[in-house]
């Protein structure tokens, strides 16, 4: 939301910034051509550093975001001398500390009251929302009985059923999980609605991979493969489905290549559960992002696939509501390999 406050000019930016890798002019002065990435490097969230065209880049953590104030001259006993005071092009970009900061505040309010109106004008309009989620689950529900008079065999009636009622079934649960998103987002306190119960999470992953892996179009690209077992129950909330649901669907979306793989590992009272698949490189600057409301990766943007940025935010939402740890690692394969990276999103259910 940072970046279409800057580009629907909400705010006046008079300096140049960066974020996520890209520049906006300011109103004062543009982006100084002299400088290279390496000038933008910085050590951390809060950075403030001198290049060596004795420009400073200011950067501040706003709305999960990193925002980058870029080339900017600003006066100091140590670079006030003859050295910079004939040198026109950076006294033209003449800034002050105190200026500087009042805009990140700014900044800041206008972000929160922004965010606040939305919120606000969403939560008015919930209670028509629900109209939605009462109809789905009446949906949801003649699916099922459908599946369950189409074979003699409970446990199989996904499998034999035919691909018209697969898919009538798939629909009634993505549009169910689609609702369920929605309203965390507008209500993360509903990730905690009812009591935990023991539940076969084995079970519940199983049946979200048949339902996901249907696919008359295209079949081998949603495949997934289960590994591990799981001896006992283990008490969630009813929201907590949305966790394996949503990486499972990250996954089949952004992999290049194999098979989307979830991995379970069971000791004791601790569950933990993996999801792989090889896809490009998460960078580590991203991975720190990836939980942040309406983020996507740099290379998610550039992929033809649809997305929001919501799912792994509600994930969390779900996760954090549980105390559930979320940890999410990319590695190259060996031996390397056109750049395809194993990335793993792991829970550690207790």
């Known amino acids: 939301m940072i970046s279409q406050i800057i580009e629907n000019k909400i705010v006046d930016v008079p300096w140049p910034i960066l974020i996520d890798g890209k520049i906006y002019d300011g109103s004062k002065f543009k982006k100084y051509d002299r400088c290279t990435s390496e000038c933008v490097e910085r050590d951390g969230v809060n950075d403030t550093h001198v290049c060596s065209h004795g420009l400073t880049y200011i950067s501040r953590k706003i709305a999960g975001e990193v925002v980058t104030i870029s080339g900017v001259f600003i006066p100091t006993k140590d670079n006030n001398g003859r050295k910079y ?6 006294t033209q970009r003449k800034a002050t500390i105190e200026s500087i900061n009042q805009w990140f505040v700014a900044l800041d309010a206008k972000f929160s009251a922004i965010n606040s109106l939305v919120t606000k004008s969403a939560k008015n309009n919930f209670d028509q929302f629900h109209e939605f989620v009462k109809w789905a689950r009446e949906i949801g529900h ?17 499998e034999n059923a035919s691909d018209d009622l697969k898919s009538l079934y798939k629909t009634s649960v993505m549009l169910l999980d689609s609702l369920d998103t929605t309203a965390l987002y507008f209500n993360p306190e509903s990730a905690k609605f009812g009591r935990k119960k023991l539940t076969d999470i084995y079970g519940m992953v199983h049946k979200i991979k048949q339902v996901l892996s249907h696919s008359v179009a295209n079949k081998s690209r949603a495949n997934v493969v289960i590994r ?16 394996p649901l949503s990486l499972m669907q990250n996954a089949m979306k952004y992999k290049r290549s194999g098979d989307v793989e979830i991995v379970f590992e069971e000791i004791g009272d601790r569950l933990k559960m993996k999801v792989n698949s090889l896809g490009h490189e998460i960078p580590q600057t991203e991975i720190n992002n990836l939980f942040i409301r309406g983020f996507r990766t740099k290379k998610a943007r550039e992929m033809a696939v649809e997305g929001s940025g919501l799912g792994l935010y509600v994930l969390k939402i779900v996760a954090d509501a549980h105390d559930f740890d979320v940890t999410v690692t990319s590695s190259p394969i060996q031996p390397l390999n056109k750049g395809i990276f194993l990335n793993s999103f792991e829970v550690c259910i207790h």
């Open 85 to 90: 005071r004939k040198n026109i092009a950076l």
């Open 142 to 158: 003649y699916s099922e009985r459908l599946l369950a008079k189409s074979t003699i065999s409970k446990v199989v009636a996904f």
């Open 228 to 243: 591990g077992r799981v001896e006992n129950k283990h008490k969630v909330y009813e929201s907590f489905k949305i966790i």
